[in-house]
């Protein structure tokens, strides 16, 4: 853009076209002109120098100055003058006022009109990257519409008509197929400052996106009657979503589908041929499990709040329905619902069941000495360690059917004595092993994890400490710990010991540090 060749005039009117086209202030690109009028002068006049351009804000007229500082010391010639030389002048000029001569306008030659194009295009980049970051930094969480600028294998650019954005191709749906000039519509998930300045960034495969074509295609769900309480998506093949409806009155299932699905069609032609599952919501989280695993049909459920699991149990020939192709549908309703979900045929449940049930029949046999009727009646009832007997009242050992309270007696002395006898010897295995007495004082643990323990080498509290969770679990399963988040719990207590050494030091270090001065100042 070679400025000296156009009229006054003309350049404000350059300068609101732009400003106009770009959506920029008019004043940014007034000062994008002067300093590239400002770089051309100085490369004729003397790099070195203190050039300065002011354009007139009205009539467009170019001011070209050399400024000199006047200094008591001069230390740059091209840019000071001595204060003697500076009372010389007419009218004379004190320290720290400028001298400014008046220079001709220059001519553009080629390269620095190429230059002053430069730099006026980078100034303005630069201000339309702000405004784009103005614009789109509190746009999160939208819904835009844009022309694909630029396909290529690891990201898509967009222009928004007054930005441009970027899908990375993790955030694309696969096996979507976008060119140069198709319309595309995707959800901003970030704006943030890049090296290369503000980057909008867009996604077609969160979750968030399709929630928010729902809220788009759904009146019930902008109006805020019907919520979207999850969003379980695996994009381009199936997602799962669970509704709930504020109105009793309202399907909230029916009002996504639509009539005759047209509004979950529509959904669907924008995310590529997507499968959609539109689950209603319930509190109940057994019954939104299965409601989440459908089509299968389930018929029984088990939870451990605890572990945040469920066992999930389906008749045989609704065993490859329920786990989905690769595992998608109880993935998906896994993360949909929040728990982890363990599939079962009643086959499986029903020999798994049996086996524990010896197994825990077998243990109270030998350690009771008692027939397997009362034990079968003992494992019917819950119980499922000798301890479980020992720890329980007459009066709820009698109320079992089949048992009074002379058995119950029996049994509860019976048990006592197998709990000291195992207790005896445990704690001599645990001497014969040299045990330490910080494990051996450990309460989250029983005598018999100990033991087993100490079998495998973890002799001391650091030395559970030092375990990580798995390597728990696979030493205590036996015992019944199966849970990472208790495993975790136990480690983290045998640890806490280091924390309370540590706080100890740094409260020595404190005291030492307080009292060293006091006692050099006594001697």
């Known amino acids: 853009m070679d400025t000296s060749s156009i009229p006054g005039l003309e350049l404000i009117q350059v300068a609101d076209v732009v400003a106009r086209e770009k959506s920029i202030e008019r004043e940014e690109v007034m000062l994008a002109m002067e300093e590239a009028i400002q770089k051309a002068g100085r ?11 002011m354009i007139d804000r009205k009539s467009g007229a170019i001011v070209l100055e050399r400024w000199m500082e006047v200094v008591d010391e001069v230390e740059d010639e091209a840019t000071q003058m001595s204060a003697e030389d500076g009372a010389k002048l007419s009218p004379p000029l004190a320290v720290g006022e400028f001298l400014r001569q008046s220079l001709p306008p220059i001519e553009f030659g080629r390269i620095a009109a190429q230059t002053a194009k430069q730099v006026i295009s980078q100034k303005v980049r630069d201000a339309e990257r702000v405004r784009q970051f103005a614009e789109y930094k509190d746009r999160v969480g939208e819904i835009v519409v844009g022309t694909v600028k630029r396909a290529e294998s690891y990201s898509i650019t967009v222009d928004l008509g007054r930005a441009e954005a970027v899908i990375r191709r993790e955030e694309m749906i696969p096996r979507e197929n976008l060119r140069q000039g198709d319309r595309v519509r995707a ?16 996604s077609r495969a969160c979750n968030e996106f399709m929630a928010k074509l ?19 998506r695996e994009a381009g093949s199936r997602a799962k979503i669970a509704v709930l409806s504020k109105d009793p009155g309202i399907d909230p299932v029916g ?7 047209s509004r979950v069609q529509a959904v669907v032609g924008e995310l590529q041929g997507e499968k959609v599952e539109i689950i209603p919501f319930t509190e109940d989280p057994a019954a939104f499990v299965v409601n989440a695993l459908a089509p299968a049909e389930v018929a029984k459920v088990v939870m451990d709040e605890v572990a945040g699991r469920m066992e999930v149990v389906v008749p045989d020939d609704q065993l490859s329905l329920a ?6 549908n109880v993935r998906l309703a896994s993360q949909l619902s929040g728990w982890y979900i363990d599939i079962l045929t009643e086959a499986e449940e029903s020999e798994r069941r049996q086996e524990e049930f010896k197994t825990r029949s077998a243990r109270f046999i030998d350690a009771l000495n008692i027939d397997d009727v009362i034990a079968h009646l003992l494992v019917a009832e819950g119980f499922v360690f000798p301890e479980d007997v020992a720890e329980s ?35 001599a295995a645990l001497d014969e092993l040299r045990v330490s007495e910080d494990l051996r004082a450990f309460e989250y643990i029983s005598l018999g994890m100990m033991l087993t323990l100490a079998e495998n080498n973890v002799l001391t509290l650091d030395d559970l400490a030092d375990l990580d969770n798995e390597e728990l679990i696979e030493y205590l399963g036996q015992h019944g710990l199966t849970d990472d988040t208790e495993a975790g719990d136990i480690i ?30 006594d001697s």
């Not at 207590?493 to 006692?519: K, N, Q, T, Y």
């Open 43 to 53: 490369a004729k006049y003397g790099l070195d120098r203190d050039i300065r351009v």
């Open 187 to 202: 959800y901003i998930i970030d704006v943030r400052e890049e090296p290369r300045g503000p980057q909008v960034f867009l």
């Open 214 to 232: 729902f809220t788009q295609e759904v009146p019930e769900i902008y109006d805020g009657i019907i919520e979207i309480k999850g969003v379980a």
């Open 255 to 261: 009002a996504c589908v639509g009539m005759r699905g």
């Open 323 to 328: 786990i989905g192709r690769r595992g998608q």
């Open 393 to 427: 009242s007459i009066d709820e050992l009698a109320n079992i059917q089949g048992f009074d309270e002379d058995i119950a007696a029996e049994l509860q002395n019976r048990a006592t004595e197998y709990v000291t006898r195992e207790a005896d010897r445990i704690n």
């Open 492 to 521: 983290m207590a045998a640890r806490a010991h280091w924390f309370a050494d540590e706080d100890v030091d740094e409260g020595a270090d404190a005291l030492d540090s307080d009292v060293a001065p006091a006692a050099a100042t």
